[in-house]
């Protein structure tokens, strides 16, 4: 069978500076080819890093004979707690494989910084072997050896590349070891390899937040020697038989310290997660730890989850129903108030139909899931939530991921692929932005092309429109996404989430919506407070006027204070930057009595962390303004 090699380069060119982005190689059968290319494309596209403005991907033919074959390294993990640590584990796995001068090996590292090849070094003379000091040696051609099934897998897996490559440059001639740091300042993990001490992993290299990295190929052996061994290792085509996958797929590997690391690097790089409690009802002010709060971060955009007629809704439900459903909606789980609210919800969005599911989170899953069927494309937009892209996972559909609101490269995407069947997927309101999705372009192109528009509401229901219909009253049309989906634990007070559109769809989707059909439905308290939540949403739409007046009042506050956002719903994104300092800035807050949420990667991308604050129609615009006024000040001492 006749191989490929496969090798993607992907830049960005800022202020004049060409940054790399993203590199990857694979070696491949030709029926791989095509969807490992668009993955490396879409990856160069998508990365945390930026997004790429230079791609290059290289196909050559790797004929049978040109191939070797290496056994991968077998993996171990040295613990270490800190970089002088890391520095002694060098040094004695360096002594195993016969080199006693480890510590003046290591003095030279700091001379591979910003270097994007590796260096090779003579072990006994300590003489820079590589005949352009600059570019260092590249070790490449090379992929873990895959049956025919698992080439089409398409996800880069950082580890197993890492193996990968330590296994063909130990395989090299008159090479005694490779040491490796990461360049990257998060992660701390480096390795030593060699064929005696396979491929070692030491948990810490260096401190955290270091931006310096490197690598160094060992040689010992004769000058004449040096050009076959370079040759080795940049040019011969290397498969590599029985790479692990991941930590986890090493037979000896402890699970929990597996978990443990994962846990230690969120933590080293200001993104470890923890749950904050509140000990009162979620309105404006809210009580925890004993101290009163501003509540700057809730989805009760409306104010309504401890709003009388709510709780007593909720309460006489109770009474009459009990507390919990009993079942899926297709067995024993339906109460007449499952109908009745799906009746009032279809009422408000204008739809014929209406399918409620657990949560919205749910929903989004249910419904792409079941729309993504095998023969179909999802657009869908690079901002959007979670649970979509989760949808667009489970789904047996492509996923095409479309720029941010960009309409021209949504419609080029779908000339591309001209799919028979397919759906375009944007949040109304970005949860982590709150600009809205280009509602009208994006239904003139769903019919331009046969596709179905679908819109998630989550945020725009009860907040944008003159009387919070969402994203199709806000541009004042009269048609309607065809599928628009919302939930009921934002401005609706309660949990729950829902579907609305034409009876065909409705039918379709409790046929197929796997979420839909295997859970248990909604309990009687959580549908009679929504319900009611959505009655008084009806009664009162000067709720919502209050809402986005509020909005408007803060960003012109922060503005005031030296502050710039902007915001078209009741999400006001106040771009930080960096994870540690965004979450200093809600900690800090937070003691001075405002409760805001700090957003970080992965949630958004990398280097874009924020403090995300939202307005209820509850707050006064006079603790608004004072608000304002503290993060900024809060902001500024940050600085
Ligand atoms: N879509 C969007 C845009 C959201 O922000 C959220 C919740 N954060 C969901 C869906 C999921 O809804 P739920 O919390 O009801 O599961």
């Given at each position: 069978?006749t191989?490929y090699s496969?090798?993607?380069?992907?830049?960005r060119?800022?202020?004049?500076?060409?940054?790399?982005?993203?590199?990857?190689?694979?070696?491949?059968?030709e029926?791989?080819?095509?969807?490992?290319?668009?993955a490396m494309?879409d990856?160069?596209?998508?990365?945390?890093?930026?997004?790429?403005?230079?791609?290059q991907?290289?196909i050559?033919?790797?004929?049978?004979?040109?191939?070797?074959?290496?056994?991968?390294?077998?993996?171990s993990?040295?613990?270490?707690?800190?970089?002088?640590?890391?520095?002694?584990?060098i040094?004695?796995?360096?002594?195993?494989?016969?080199?006693?001068?480890g510590?003046?090996?290591?003095?030279?590292?700091?001379?591979?910084?910003n270097?994007?090849?590796?260096?090779?070094l003579?072990v006994?003379?300590?003489?820079?072997l590589?005949?352009?000091p600059a570019?260092?040696?590249?070790?490449?051609?090379?992929d873990?050896?895959?049956g025919?099934?698992?080439a089409?897998?398409?996800?880069?897996?950082?580890?197993?590349?890492?193996?990968?490559?330590?296994?063909?440059?130990s395989?090299?001639p008159?090479?005694?070891?490779?040491?490796?740091?990461?360049?990257?300042p998060?992660?701390?993990?480096?390795?030593v390899a060699?064929?005696?001490?396979?491929?070692v992993?030491?948990?810490?290299?260096k401190e955290k937040?270091?931006?310096?990295g490197?690598?160094?190929?060992?040689?010992?052996?004769s000058?004449?020697?040096?050009?076959k061994?370079?040759?080795y290792?940049?040019?011969?085509?290397?498969l590599?038989?029985?790479?692990?996958?991941?930590p986890?797929?090493?037979?000896?590997?402890?699970?929990?310290?597996?978990?443990a690391?994962?846990?230690?690097?969120?933590?080293d790089s200001?993104?470890?997660?923890?749950?904050?409690?509140?000990?009162?009802?979620?309105?404006?002010?809210?009580?925890?730890?004993?101290?009163?709060?501003?509540m700057l971060?809730?989805?009760?955009y409306?104010?309504?989850?401890?709003?009388?007629?709510?709780?007593?809704?909720?309460?006489?439900?109770?009474?009459?129903?009990?507390?919990?459903?009993?079942?899926?909606?297709?067995?024993?789980?339906?109460?007449?108030?499952?109908?009745?609210?799906?009746?009032?919800?279809?009422?408000?969005?204008?739809?014929?139909?209406t399918?409620?599911?657990g949560t919205?989170?749910?929903?989004?899953?249910?419904?792409l899931s079941?729309?993504g069927?095998?023969d179909?494309?999802?657009?869908?937009?690079?901002?959007?939530?979670?649970?979509?892209?989760?949808?667009c996972?489970?789904?047996?559909?492509?996923?095409?991921?479309?720029?941010?609101?960009?309409?021209r490269?949504?419609?080029?995407?779908?000339r591309?692929?001209?799919p028979?069947?397919?759906?375009?997927?944007?949040?109304?309101?970005?949860?982590?932005?709150g600009d809205?999705?280009?509602l009208?372009?994006?239904i003139?192109l769903?019919?331009k092309?046969?596709l179905?528009?679908m819109?998630?509401e989550a945020?725009a229901?009860?907040?944008?429109g003159?009387?919070?219909?969402?994203?199709?009253e806000?541009f004042?049309?009269?048609?309607k996404?065809?599928?628009?989906?919302?939930?009921?634990s934002?401005?609706l007070?309660?949990?729950?989430?829902?579907?609305?559109?034409?009876?065909?769809?409705?039918?379709?989707?409790?046929?197929?919506?796997?979420?839909?059909?295997?859970s248990?439905?909604?309990?009687p308290a959580?549908?009679?407070?929504?319900?009611?939540?959505?009655?008084i949403?009806e009664?009162?739409p000067?709720?919502v006027a209050?809402?986005?007046?509020?909005?408007?009042a803060?960003?012109d506050?922060l503005?005031?204070?030296?502050v710039?956002?902007?915001s078209?719903?009741?999400?006001?994104?106040?771009?930080?930057?960096?994870?540690?300092?965004?979450?200093?800035?809600?900690n800090q807050?937070?003691?001075?009595?405002?409760?805001?949420?700090?957003?970080?990667?992965p949630?958004?991308?990398?280097?874009?962390a924020?403090?995300?604050?939202?307005?209820?129609?509850?707050?006064?615009?006079?603790?608004?303004?004072a608000?304002?006024?503290k993060?900024?000040?809060?902001?500024q001492?940050?600085?």
């Amino acid at each position: 069978m006749t191989l490929y090699s496969m090798k993607m380069r992907a830049s960005r060119t800022e202020n004049g500076k060409s940054e790399h982005i993203s590199g990857a190689e694979r070696i491949l059968p030709e029926s791989a080819l095509i969807e490992n290319a668009g993955a490396m494309i879409d990856r160069a596209l998508h990365h945390a890093k930026g997004r790429a403005d230079y791609i290059q991907v290289k196909i050559e033919e790797a004929r049978t004979e040109e191939i070797g074959y290496v056994e991968a390294l077998p993996v171990s993990t040295v613990e270490t707690e800190n970089a002088e640590e890391g520095r002694k584990a060098i040094i004695s796995l360096l002594r195993k494989i016969g080199i006693e001068n480890g510590d003046a090996v290591l003095r030279k590292f700091h001379e591979t910084y910003n270097m994007r090849g590796a260096m090779l070094l003579d072990v006994d003379t300590l003489e820079r072997l590589e005949p352009d000091p600059a570019r260092g040696i590249r070790a490449t051609y090379m992929d873990a050896e895959h049956g025919e099934n698992r080439a089409a897998c398409t996800v880069k897996n950082h580890f197993q590349e890492a193996i990968v490559l330590a296994s063909k440059v130990s395989s090299a001639p008159h090479i005694l070891a490779e040491i490796c740091v990461s360049d990257d300042p998060g992660y701390v993990t480096g390795y030593v390899a060699s064929k005696k001490t396979g491929y070692v992993r030491i948990t810490r290299l260096k401190e955290k937040d270091d931006p310096n990295g490197g690598r160094i190929f060992l040689y010992r052996g004769s000058r004449n020697d040096v050009p076959k061994t370079i040759a080795y290792l940049e040019k011969k085509k290397i498969l590599v038989k029985n790479a692990p996958a991941s930590p986890s797929s090493m037979p000896s590997a402890d699970p929990w310290r597996v978990l443990a690391e994962d846990i230690r690097r969120r933590k080293d790089s200001g993104l470890y997660r923890t749950i904050k409690t509140l000990e009162s009802a979620q309105s404006a002010h809210v009580r925890a730890k004993g101290h009163s709060l501003l509540m700057l971060a809730s989805n009760s955009y409306l104010g309504l989850i401890d709003h009388p007629r709510v709780k007593r809704a909720a309460a006489e439900a109770v009474q009459r129903f009990g507390g919990g459903s009993g079942g899926s909606r297709l067995t024993t789980g339906s109460l007449p108030i499952h109908d009745e609210l799906e009746s009032a919800i279809s009422r408000f969005k204008g739809t014929e139909a209406t399918l409620l599911f657990g949560t919205g989170y749910m929903a989004n899953v249910g419904i792409l899931s079941a729309l993504g069927r095998k023969d179909a494309i999802i657009f869908s937009d690079e901002l959007n939530h979670a649970s979509i892209i989760d949808g667009c996972r489970l789904a047996r559909a492509r996923t095409v991921i479309y720029r941010h609101a960009d309409m021209r490269d949504l419609e080029a995407k779908i000339r591309a692929v001209r799919p028979s069947f397919g759906v375009i997927v944007a949040d109304a309101v970005f949860s982590m932005d709150g600009d809205v999705a280009p509602l009208p372009e994006i239904i003139a192109l769903a019919k331009k092309y046969g596709l179905l528009s679908m819109v998630d509401e989550a945020h725009a229901t009860g907040v944008i429109g003159k009387t919070g219909r969402g994203l199709a009253e806000h541009f004042g049309l009269k048609e309607k996404p065809d599928v628009v989906m919302g939930t009921l634990s934002k401005a609706l007070a309660s949990e729950g989430g829902f579907v609305s559109g034409r009876q065909l769809l409705i039918d379709y989707l409790r046929n197929t919506a796997r979420s839909f059909i295997f859970s248990t439905s909604q309990s009687p308290a959580t549908l009679a407070a929504a319900k009611e939540a959505l009655a008084i949403l009806e009664e009162e739409p000067e709720r919502v006027a209050r809402l986005q007046e509020n909005t408007r009042a803060f960003v012109d506050a922060l503005a005031e204070n030296g502050v710039e956002t902007s915001s078209e719903s009741a999400i006001v994104p106040i771009i930080v930057g960096d994870e540690w300092r965004a979450l200093q800035a809600a900690n800090q807050l937070y003691d001075e009595g405002i409760f805001l949420s700090a957003i970080r990667y992965p949630t958004v991308a990398k280097g874009s962390a924020r403090l995300r604050a939202a307005m209820m129609a509850t707050h006064t615009e006079d603790e608004l303004r004072a608000a304002a006024a503290k993060i900024a000040a809060v902001l500024q001492r940050l600085m």
